[in-house]
């Protein structure tokens, strides 16, 4: 229970904060596919709060870049979408952080 609460957690934070709707970010009429690995997902849910946050800044920041870097317009003006498939390296966090 405790894992699937902070996935579906997780999810609601990355998607609010990744697609805010600035100029020049994503918005709601882009979409954004992160595929994880099941101990990735388990990883993260026996994290602390602090560690948690690290790591959805990070995934964030990737969201963002991988929306920047898309070098041709969408089809339809502002539509957009993205696959990302999220390395074991996103979920690394420094020795001792607190």
Do not use: K, W
């Amino acid at each position: 229970m405790r894992c699937t609460h902070a996935i579906r957690a997780f999810a609601r934070r990355l998607a609010h904060r990744a697609c805010p709707g600035a100029a020049g970010t994503p918005d709601a009429r882009c979409a954004a596919t992160l595929r994880f690995a099941r101990s990735q997902l388990e990883r993260y849910a026996a994290m602390d709060t602090a560690r948690r946050r690290m790591i959805q800044q990070r995934i964030r920041e990737r969201v963002r870049e991988r929306f920047a870097a898309r070098q041709t317009p969408p089809d339809i003006e502002g539509a957009c979408s993205i696959d990302i498939d999220v390395d074991n390296s996103e979920f690394e966090t420094p020795e001792g952080f607190r």
